[in-house]
């Protein structure tokens, strides 16, 4: 659930805080390195809505899985989903798959678009797993072998899953 204070703009768009400094000068900031790494997955940042989730991204990269964790010494999926909105849209959400399910209105794989939350029925047919849409079937999430990583809703293992996308529900 959302945690006290957090506000969501009435806009399908998600929201970003107001831009503070060291965040623009950081997202300029962006090296040649950060942008070779997405363009092997054809992920351009120039078109990005919003750069800084790709920046954070790009930060944890590679940082190992652990269940219920939430730091860089290990994080699961859930974890992951709410650092990024926490680094990226200022928003605090908290709680595993099956509670982020409940703060999203769902949404068809064909109008996903960045920053969307997808849903994965992986255990027993229930929600078990999330991650971050990131465009051109690209998502950043946590896996338990690899940690996380950019995987394509295309590989079969994660089509076979593929439950929905989501996208926070505005305030009424």
Known sequence: ????????????QHPAPPPRLDTIVQV??????????YKKYQLGLD??????????VYEW???????????????????????????????QLAGGSKELFQLVD??????????????????????SHVGVYLGNNKFAHASVHSGVVISDLEEPYYKKYFFTGGRLKTKS
């Open 47 to 56: 078109s990005a809505a919003s750069p800084l989730l790709y920046l954070n």
């Open 106 to 127: 769902t949404v068809a794989r064909r109008d996903l678009r960045e920053g969307d939350i997808l849903f994965f029925k992986i255990k027993r047919g229930q929600i």
């Open 28 to 37: 300029v900031q962006i090296s040649d390195t950060v942008r070779s790494f």
């Open 1 to 12: 659930m959302l945690a006290s204070g957090a506000a969501l703009s009435a806009s399908a």
């Open 61 to 91: 990269i590679g940082t190992r899985y652990r269940y219920a964790g939430k730091t860089k010494q290990g994080i699961d999926c859930s974890g992951f989903v709410g650092e990024m909105y926490r680094q990226a849209y200022g928003l």
